[in-house]
């Protein structure tokens, strides 16, 4: 069969889209427009504040999945993925190219938290040592916190409380109680989608020592513990209606969550949660955008 001389570097860059794991982007997206909407329904929104907060975002999370790549890659848990391949687990791309690509995206988030540093507040560059070291020592350095249970708890932290309380304090100089609230249904979202990936992975994550909360609860409980999580997500974005009525848009996101609830409550397993943690995806997007709307009216 003829090929084309472009093939290979299409083959490469397709490996480097999927290392980035744009997929998953919405773990990002909507926090920030969570958080923005939070300013905006208090009267406040900068534009240019806006893209610098998403530049920041995005630097960090990009970064960050790069940093995974390459510690989970070095240490041997991506040997054997049932997921999409990795970077280095897979031998498309070098250790150091990965981490150097980690290290290049959190220099842009850096230099945007230094432009907001100067603009709005230096407390922000406190907030970039934070996630900086937050996302490396999640899988990386002698004892990676990824590694002893406590991914979840950052999850919700990093791409729930403080995402959104720092999206809005970045358009408000302050943290309105609206946005601790918020931030919550947005990060319990977050944790179901690390969820879906490590109850798919906890067969390979046994075997390479990487103790997550799904192989400590093990299989039949992490799907109950998906499950709680997604009715959590709605319950708190619910409790938020008597101050902002609105936010009972989030109610629309249903038919979002029935097909990834419907495979885990079947007993989906191994490459069957590709399309669980995709539709988790939607599910985040979607819910993301309907608060945004419901917290900005």
């Given at each position: 069969?003829?090929?084309?001389?472009?093939?290979?570097?299409?083959?490469?860059?397709?490996?480097?889209?999927?290392?980035?794991?744009?997929?998953?982007?919405?773990?990002?997206?909507?926090?920030?427009?969570?958080?923005?909407?939070?300013?905006?329904?208090?009267?406040?929104?900068?534009?240019?504040?806006?893209?610098?907060?998403?530049?920041?975002?995005?630097?960090?999370?990009?970064?960050?999945?790069?940093?995974?790549?390459?510690?989970?890659?070095?240490?041997?848990?991506?040997?054997?993925?049932?997921?999409?391949?990795?970077?280095?687990?897979?031998?498309?791309?070098?250790?150091?190219?990965?981490?150097?690509?980690?290290?290049?995206?959190?220099?842009?988030?850096?230099?945007?938290?230094?432009?907001?540093?100067?603009?709005?507040?230096?407390?922000?560059?406190?907030?970039?040592?934070?996630?900086?070291?937050?996302?490396?020592?999640?899988?990386?350095?002698?004892?990676?916190?990824?590694?002893?249970?406590?991914?979840?708890?950052?999850?919700?932290?990093?791409?729930?409380?403080?995402?959104?309380?720092?999206?809005?304090?970045?358009?408000?100089?302050?943290?309105?109680?609206?946005?601790?609230?918020?931030?919550?249904?947005?990060?319990?979202?977050?944790?179901?989608?690390?969820?879906?990936?490590?109850?798919?992975?906890?067969?390979?994550?046994?075997?390479?020592?990487?103790?997550?909360?799904?192989?400590?609860?093990?299989?039949?409980?992490?799907?109950?513990?998906?499950?709680?999580?997604?009715?959590a997500s709605f319950g708190c974005a619910l409790l938020l209606a008597p101050a902002?009525?609105?936010?009972?848009?989030?109610?629309?996101?249903?038919?979002?969550?029935?097909?990834?609830?419907?495979?885990?409550?079947?007993?989906?397993?191994?490459?069957?949660?590709?399309?669980?943690?995709?539709?988790?995806?939607?599910?985040?997007?979607?819910?993301?955008?309907?608060?945004?709307?419901?917290?900005?009216?």
């Amino acid at each position: 069969m003829l090929t084309r001389p472009d093939e290979p570097a299409v083959g490469a860059l397709h490996a480097w889209i999927v290392g980035a794991r744009l997929k998953t982007l919405p773990v990002t997206l909507a926090p920030v427009a969570v958080g923005s909407a939070v300013a905006a329904s208090h009267g406040s929104l900068s534009g240019w504040r806006a893209a610098l907060t998403m530049l920041f975002a995005l630097g960090f999370v990009l970064g960050t999945n790069f940093f995974n790549d390459y510690s989970d890659g070095v240490r041997g848990a991506d040997d054997h993925r049932v997921g999409p391949a990795r970077l280095v687990g897979s031998g498309q791309a070098s250790p150091r190219r990965v981490l150097r690509s980690g290290i290049a995206l959190y220099g842009v988030a850096v230099l945007s938290a230094i432009a907001l540093a100067v603009t709005v507040s230096w407390w922000l560059l406190a907030l970039a040592v934070v996630c900086a070291l937050g996302g490396w020592y999640y899988t990386g350095g002698a004892r990676p916190y990824g590694y002893r249970s406590l991914g979840d708890i950052s999850i919700f932290v990093f791409h729930g409380v403080i995402a959104v309380c720092a999206t809005a304090y970045i358009q408000l100089e302050r943290i309105p109680l609206l946005a601790l609230g918020a931030s919550v249904p947005i990060g319990l979202l977050a944790c179901a989608l690390l969820t879906t990936n490590n109850l798919r992975d906890i067969p390979t994550d046994t075997a390479a020592g990487k103790i997550t909360v799904a192989v400590r609860l093990g299989d039949r409980r992490t799907r109950h513990y998906y499950l709680a999580l997604i009715a959590a997500s709605f319950g708190c974005a619910l409790l938020l209606a008597p101050a902002r009525p609105w936010a009972l848009l989030v109610l629309g996101a249903l038919p979002a969550a029935v097909l990834p609830v419907r495979r885990v409550r079947a007993g989906a397993r191994g490459r069957d949660l590709i399309p669980v943690l995709e539709h988790t995806c939607v599910l985040l997007l979607v819910f993301g955008a309907l608060l945004t709307i419901g917290v900005a009216l």
